[in-house]
């Protein structure tokens, strides 16, 4: 008699058809095969996790490293946004200056606010500016009268009466200028104006070096020579160069 419980024929498709029969491990000498509990268990993922992980950071950190040593050798400051704006034309003037010479100046300024919490608590708000900059000594000939030029034909003698030499501009460098240290204390108010003062005492003081008395007679000299040149080759035979007091 034939039991209903049990199927006539074998699924070829089954779980235990497909199941492969392990091979037991030989072993040399006679005797048991030896035991291998671990062969045929899989291995976790957390195994190898850690491996991953540092190798991953590893990439990323060289990756990072050398993208910040392209960007620094390329110019380019990482996180930096200019964003375009009008640029507005104010005014126009016309100049009649002879530029003469021109200074350069560094400074190291060293400004602090000093302030007081509740009358009481001294603090402060420091910063040490680097600045380099230039100055630009010439004469303003718009300060020229009709009786400073005189012209005699019959000699062909040019006179001239000039004003003294002045500081016709000052400038701050850009790429030379900037704050190298700002300390501001924890009690202390941030004082947003003092960078610019630290800028104006720079222009200050390539202003004074450029109103040294060296420097206003070189500019001198450095006018009569360039008149001279210019009203000789314009047919003047003599050129006679005073200054104004």
């Known amino acids: 008699m034939v039991s209903l419980n049990r199927p006539l024929l074998t699924d070829p498709f089954s779980a235990e058809?497909?199941?492969?029969?392990?091979?037991?491990?030989?072993?040399?000498?006679?005797?048991?095969?030896?035991?291998?509990?671990?062969?045929?268990?899989?291995?976790?993922?957390?195994?190898?996790?850690?491996?991953?992980?540092?190798s991953a950071m590893a990439a990323v950190m060289v990756t990072g490293v050398g993208y910040f040593g392209f960007m620094k050798s390329a110019g380019v400051v990482p996180g930096l946004e200019v964003k375009p704006t009008h640029d507005v034309l104010v005014a126009i003037k016309d100049l009649s200056r002879l530029e003469l010479t021109e200074v350069q100046v560094e400074k190291v300024v060293d400004l602090a606010d000093k302030q007081k919490l509740f009358g009481l608590i001294e603090?402060?708000?420091?910063?040490?500016?680097?600045?380099?900059?230039?100055?630009?000594?010439?004469?303003?000939?718009?300060?020229?009268?009709?009786?400073?030029?005189?012209?005699?034909?019959?000699?062909r003698t040019a006179k001239l009466r000039l004003p003294q030499p002045q500081v016709l501009s000052t400038r701050l460098d850009p790429d030379a200028t900037y704050v190298y240290r700002r300390e501001t204390g924890i009690l202390a108010k941030r004082n947003e104006k003092l960078e610019a003062r630290g800028r104006k005492e720079a222009l200050q003081a390539v202003e004074r070096a450029a109103a040294e008395p060296n420097v206003t007679e070189r500019a001198k000299k450095q006018a009569e020579r360039q008149l001279t040149s210019l009203l000789t080759q314009l047919g003047a035979k003599r050129v006679e160069i005073s200054w104004k007091d």
């Open 123 to 155: 603090t402060e708000d420091a910063m040490l500016l680097v600045a380099a900059g230039s100055a630009t000594v010439g004469v303003d000939l718009e300060k020229l009268g009709p009786s400073d030029v005189q012209w005699d034909e019959q000699s």
């Open 17 to 54: 058809s497909q199941e492969k029969p392990r091979r037991t491990p030989l072993r040399f000498g006679g005797g048991e095969p030896a035991a291998r509990p671990y062969a045929d268990a899989p291995r976790s993922p957390s195994v190898f996790l850690p491996a991953l992980l540092a």
